[in-house]
């Protein structure tokens, strides 16, 4: 978790990361304005995937780190959020119309108006979007990032903000 005010992350990004700093810039400068998301969906994706760990804090003087009991979840995961959401009795995480018959430690997410049915499954995760279906094994979560990467190779996929 960081704590920082927002000049001086600003600055650290102008410094050790110019690139990401010159796209937050544009962002910044449309903040507020009817062009934001234009900007927003423009130079985002543009920017370099770096985790900020590793763009300025690991390279920038005067860091604290503080040792604090503060319950933190990182939800990195479909699988993760059990970590932080209540699941019921049979340790489902059910999420829209869902139907769950003999199922177990699942997360399920649907969408309101249709019926996700689960029977005799055990440690799936299911995620039902308007153009999507994803459907895997719990300990397989962290793979969606390839789905993405071979959607966007096959060029099926499009980034939108």
């Given at each position: 978790?960081?704590?920082?005010?927002?000049?001086?992350?600003l600055?650290?990004f102008?410094r050790?990361?110019?690139?990401?700093?010159?796209?937050a810039?544009?962002?910044g400068?449309?903040?507020?304005?009817?062009d934001w998301?234009?900007?927003?969906?423009?130079?985002?994706?543009?920017?370099?995937k770096?985790?900020?760990?590793?763009a300025?804090?690991?390279?920038?003087?005067?860091?604290?780190?503080?040792?604090?009991?503060?319950?933190?979840?990182d939800?990195?995961?479909w699988a993760?959020?059990?970590d932080v959401?209540?699941?019921?009795?049979?340790g489902?995480?059910l999420k829209?119309?869902?139907?769950?018959?003999?199922?177990?430690?699942?997360?399920?997410?649907?969408l309101?108006?249709?019926?996700v049915?689960l029977?005799?499954?055990?440690?799936?995760?299911?995620?039902?979007?308007?153009?999507?279906?994803?459907?895997m094994?719990?300990?397989q979560?962290?793979?969606?990032k390839e789905?993405?990467e071979r959607?966007?190779?096959?060029?099926?996929?499009?980034?939108?903000?």
């Open positions: 978790m960081f704590v920082w005010k927002a000049a001086t992350v600055d650290l102008e050790f990361s110019p690139e990401i700093h010159r796209h810039a544009r962002i400068a449309a903040a507020g304005s009817g998301r234009a900007a927003l969906a423009q130079e985002y994706p543009a920017m370099p770096i985790a900020v760990d590793n300025i804090i690991e390279v920038a003087p005067h860091v604290a780190t503080l040792e604090g009991d503060m319950n933190w979840g939800i990195g995961s993760a959020l059990t959401l209540a699941a019921d009795a049979d489902n995480l829209g119309r869902v139907v769950s018959i003999d199922s177990s430690n699942s997360t399920v997410y649907g309101p108006g249709k019926v049915a029977v005799g499954m055990e440690d799936l995760i299911v995620v039902d979007t308007a153009d999507a279906l994803l459907i094994p719990k300990d979560a962290q793979r969606v789905v993405i959607l966007q190779a096959d060029g099926d996929l499009q980034r939108h903000t």
